[in-house]
DNA sequence: ATAACATATGTACATATATTCATATAAGGT
DNA sequence: ACCTTATATGAATATATGTACATATGTTAT
């Protein structure tokens, strides 16, 4: 009894097919999860947060963390690569802000939530 | 020459310090990354779009993206373990529906992220 | 009770990700 | 020029994650 793409059942046909031009509305799906995968490590989180403080250069961000230097150049590169923060420098020295707020937007909601799955809402 | 967390140079001391106080504001980062992480699959993003318009059952979830229902099953085990969605039972069917509109604010917010970086806002 | 169906769960495996170590680049100081 | 500092990058490894397959659970109908 196997059922994969090409013999599947679909219980609410007009359902699925709704979805799907709902769906249409909501395109570059992959780039979204992958601003939302830059934000699901708890480094990168914590990195984003201090950077809605102030900049900081990738030396004082390691040592935040307390994480090689190395390790946070590799968490900067992947938060640059996906449009999450921009640097400027100084000499030798990179420093790293938020390229805009909707960085902070998103860990404000999600900060939200949290605290409202832990402290009540009584479903509904 | 080797780092690591115990002969580590510190560039900005009262930097790293206030950064370190700021972020003391924002506890649970652990459950942040998770929500997040939640959010970092296409597959689950497209379910969770999806769920915006109304519930639905797993088999059409699985139908619409075109995986196995154990697939997608899995899927939304996660989600409901990250409590994104919860569901009801109507006979044999589970319908899933968000938990409530933080999981759309963030999609939106990602959404507006996503276009900026693309389409503009030319740095500043 | 048995069968059929919707969904859940366990295991295994392939792939992705994070971290470490080594090395490379870029800027500043001597 | 050389050396040091700050950061970046590449390769290797360990761990995490997603999917497939098999099986289990819970619900309805007969």
């Not at 609410?12 to 249409?24: C, D, G, K, P, T």
């Not at 509305?25 to 490590?41: G, P, R, T, V, W």
């Not at 900049?55 to 004082?60: A, F, N, S």
């Amino acid at each position: 009894m196997k059922k994969d793409q090409c013999d599947r059942r679909i219980i609410h046909a007009a359902v699925v097919e709704e979805a799907r031009i709902f769906l249409q509305d909501y395109s570059e799906i992959e780039e979204k999860s992958e601003l939302f995968k830059a934000l699901a490590d708890p480094g990168r989180l914590q990195i984003v947060i201090a950077l809605a403080s102030r900049e900081m250069c990738v030396c004082d961000l390691a040592a935040l963390l307390g994480v090689s230097e190395s390790a946070a150049s590799h968490q900067m590169r992947i938060l640059r690569s996906k449009n999450l923060v921009k640097n400027r420098r100084d000499g030798q020295v990179l420093y790293y802000r938020l390229v805009d707020d909707h960085v902070m937007q998103l860990v404000d909601v999600a900060r939200l939530h949290v605290k409202e799955m832990k402290y009540g809402e009584a479903d509904e």
